[in-house]
């Protein structure tokens, strides 16, 4: 792991962190979801940095964080699947597929890709704001707590808390 990794990945920790936290506390969605979104944003420039050079400047990468992560070389396999607790890695890959749309749900809720969609910091849409993030029901905080967002929470935990382990794949 190189330094700028470093700086990312602790940024990254920081703000699961405060997830977990609040999560744990009943904090409003709006406030959960904010620092979710922020936690694969920070962890996804993390791993790009593996390079040495930066990635975009803007708030989406975990996504294809995800992607890359489904197309590491062979001898990277075994392991990322023990990481993660897949048994195989076409399990992991097909995993990936069922999740990219979630993923993509979740990244989406920065204010700089949300449009005039639902996302935790301002009412929307912009112009008639039907009410504020923080009584606001996100559809996608549902779907974070059954099947398929369970299983994506899970692998964001793991992502952040274990970054070091697959930073260089």
Same mark, same amino acid.
């Given at each position: 792991?190189?330094?700028?990794? =470093? ?7 920081? @703000?699961? =962190? ?38 975009? %400047? #803007? ?7 995800? %992607?890359?992560?489904?197309q ?5 396999? $075994?392991r ?12 992991? =890959?097909?995993w ?8 993509? @749900?979740? =990244?989406?809720?920065?204010? #700089?890709l ?13 112009? $008639? ?21 369970? @299983? ?12 070091? $382990?697959?930073?260089?794949?």
């Amino acid at each position: 792991m190189n330094v700028y990794q =470093e700086h990312w990945w602790n940024q990254a920790k920081s @703000d699961y =962190e405060a997830f977990a936290f609040l999560r744990r506390e009943g904090a409003r969605q709006c406030h959960c979801l904010h620092y979710l979104q922020m936690a694969t944003e920070k962890i996804a420039k993390a791993y790009f940095w593996r390079s040495g050079s930066p990635p975009p %400047r #803007n708030h989406s990468g975990f996504v294809q964080c995800l %992607r890359f992560l489904g197309q590491v070389r062979r001898l990277d396999q $075994e392991r990322l699947c023990r990481l993660l607790k897949f048994s195989r890695f076409t399990d992991f =890959e097909n995993w990936i597929r069922t999740a990219l749309p979630l993923a993509y @749900d979740l =990244e989406h809720l920065s204010p #700089n890709l949300a449009n005039d969609g639902p996302n935790p910091e301002y009412p929307w849409p912009h112009h $008639e704001p039907a009410n504020a993030p923080a009584t606001h029901d996100f559809a996608i905080w549902r779907e974070l707590e059954h099947g398929r967002g369970r @299983d994506l929470m899970r692998v964001i935990g793991t992502l952040v808390e274990r970054f070091p $382990e697959y930073a260089d794949t």
